[in-house]
């Protein structure tokens, strides 16, 4: 069965860096689009990036561009998101999630991790 | 970017009841390639990741009860839950994937139990 789990989470300070990870099986995994996706709390949903099966396309939210960076590794079945000069608005469950169509961006999100919690705060 | 606005911001409904929720785009997401309508619904139980209820506006997925249904076109959505059960209980949400990036999302809906 697909799973997806996400890691990396925890309390960093304003400015700080945070690496998250998405650990994926069930599925092959460098047949998909991937992307990341947050909720801060008691919020709605944002999506904060998307990389293509390849890697090589990818989209940022203006709200992150030029501090965070996703990267995959299909040969771990892994997909990262690299966060820089976190700020206080950065707070927020972090998920990834699947594009439901394989070898096509632009889909619903068929399957979803549970989610890591990212907190920036001083 | 295409804006999602859903209505209402939460609603009561009884057990055995219909709900209705409803979400309008700011443009049309119908693509005109296929003529289907690129809109999801999301169930997000407390705790838990959205799942995938129901996409291109209309088709349930796998494993979802069928007295959920998607209807609408164009920029006018509704999910229907024909027969509330407890377990429905849950924040809703539609998404458009017509124009990404980016994929956006509705505030949300709140459905609780009368």
């Known amino acids: 069965q697909v799973q997806l789990v996400e890691s990396g989470g925890g309390l960093v300070k304003p400015g700080g860096s945070l690496r998250l990870s998405c650990a994926a099986s069930?599925?092959?995994?460098?047949?998909?689009?991937m992307s990341w996706i947050r909720q801060a709390p008691g919020k709605g949903l944002e999506c904060v990036s998307y990389?293509?099966?390849?890697?090589?396309?990818?989209y940022y939210a203006d709200s992150v561009k030029g501090r965070f960076t996703i990267a995959r590794d299909n040969a771990k079945n892994s997909l990262y998101l690299q966060m820089n000069s976190l700020r206080a608005e950065d707070t927020a469950v972090y998920y990834c999630a699947r594009d439901s169509r394989r070898y096509t961006g632009g889909n619903a999100f068929d399957y979803w991790g549970q989610g890591t919690l990212v907190t920036v705060s001083s | 970017d295409i804006v999602m606005t859903q209505s209402p911001d939460s609603l009561a409904v009884s057990l055995g009841e219909r709900a209705t929720i409803n979400c309008k785009s700011s443009?049309?997401?119908?693509?005109?390639?296929?003529?289907?309508?690129?809109l999801a619904w999301y169930q997000q139980r407390p705790g838990q990741p959205p799942k995938l209820l129901i996409y291109?506006?209309?088709t349930r997925e796998s494993g979802v009860p069928d007295r959920f249904s998607g209807s609408g076109s164009g920029t006018d959505f509704t999910l229907t839950i024909s027969s509330l059960q407890a377990e429905d209980v849950a924040v809703y949400y539609c998404?458009?994937?017509?124009?990404?990036?980016?994929?956006?999302f509705g505030q949300g809906t709140k459905l609780e139990i009368k």
């Open positions: 990389i293509s099966s390849s890697g090589s396309t990818i």
């Open positions: 069930g599925f092959t995994f460098s047949d998909y689009y």
């Open positions: 998404q458009q994937y017509y124009s990404p990036p980016p994929r956006t």
């Open positions: 291109w506006a209309s």
């Open positions: 443009q049309s997401v119908l693509f005109s390639s296929n003529n289907k309508n690129s």
